[in-house]
């Protein structure tokens, strides 16, 4: 599958001329203090419009999670050796054998652990053991959220096998939010209701959630990062330019990319179009592989399609949401949408966390399915709505 760009700002042209030129000025400045402290007469100037040093391009930061290095630690100094796990650096031996402070435990090493706070009180679920984490909703035969079951209530299958809950939780940890909106020529008059259900449902979700905003067309734009500061996810909702196509399936993945850089575990994408893809270099199945990696987000999908639209376009947020535990919604009015977000809020807040170690040997690639039941009394048919499965390569550290 293709992998995009890291997420655009709307301004990143002028953003890169800025940057060369500003370096072009930097450079130039540093040579000459050079010079000055030498003594020495410093060469004729190139002119700049003419000739300009090349510049590569920043290298990316790989996820924490794929380097085996805790963030923050730094390369031992050249000649010294590195010291064994479970060894602190003066070679002693760490209390417990743990891993001495800094580094990261092996997956072999770690325990799971309950929720933490960090130092600007955010609560972050952690799991230091190579755990798969699902997100579950519950709902009776009527359709009603259930939210008095316990751990023993539930059983967890991947590939037909039942597995071993190591943890259960119910309670309403902030989540790491991108609002996807379609932001093509169709979407002109729709934009002002969609905006308002948008900051309706950050407003009615966690105070702490981490929200960004991501407006596509034929390209898309990260207008705002994570941020739980409404206006500025106002201001980034009202950029509307309505022109051009729809990328729809680009938008999600560079969306749920930009989902991972978020310490926190819970993660959502809300996105609203009103049409079918038109313009992406990825196509939906590509999307939904991004999507169903492990400990993935959940989407929640609206479709403003109208009769005028083909059922390709709904079979299309149908498959983002079923596939990762949760609901497309295609209302009849634009003035239900308002309404939908608080149901999607009131989703959110009401979810199960549950945590298991595969049973199955991380060297069996392949898609992995998961079916997950609840049966407690006096229900008598409970129905759990989770993702249908993974592909296994992001569990050694799920945070």
Known sequence: MQKLGTMRLRNRRLYAKLTGLLSILLLGASLAAVWAQSGQTPPSQPNPTTTQPSTAAPSQQPPASGTGQAPGTQDPAP??????????????????GQAPPGQTPTPDQGQAQGPSA?????????TEAREVVLHATVVDDRNRLITSLSKPDFTV??????????????????????????????????????????????????PDDQVFVVNFSDEYFLDQDFTSDIKKLQAALEHVESRGGTALYDAVVASADQLSKSPLQRKVLFVVTDGEDDASQENLEEAVHRLQQENGPVVYTIGLLGDDKTRRAKRALELLADRT???????????DVDQISSTIAHDIRNQY?????????????????IHVDAHARPYKKLTVRTRSGYYPGQESVAR
Do not use: C, H
């Open 118 to 126: 960090t130092d600007n009180g955010t609560f972050v679920f952690r």
């Open 79 to 96: 000649g010294s050796q590195p010291a064994p796990a479970g060894q602190a650096p003066n070679g002693q031996q760490a209390p417990g």
């Open 353 to 369: 966390t549950i945590s298991y170690q595969p049973a199955t040997p991380k060297s069996v690639g392949g898609f992995r399915t």
């Open 325 to 335: 535990g949760g609901i497309a919604f295609f209302p009849p009015t634009l003035g």
């Open 157 to 206: 299958f991947e590939n037909g096998q039942p597995q071993q809950i190591r943890q259960f939780k119910m309670e309403d940890y902030p989540v790491a939010m991108g609002i996807v909106v379609d932001n093509s020529g169709s979407m002109r008059e729709k934009r002002e209701e969609v905006n308002k259900a948008a900051l309706n449902l950050v407003r009615s979700s966690n």
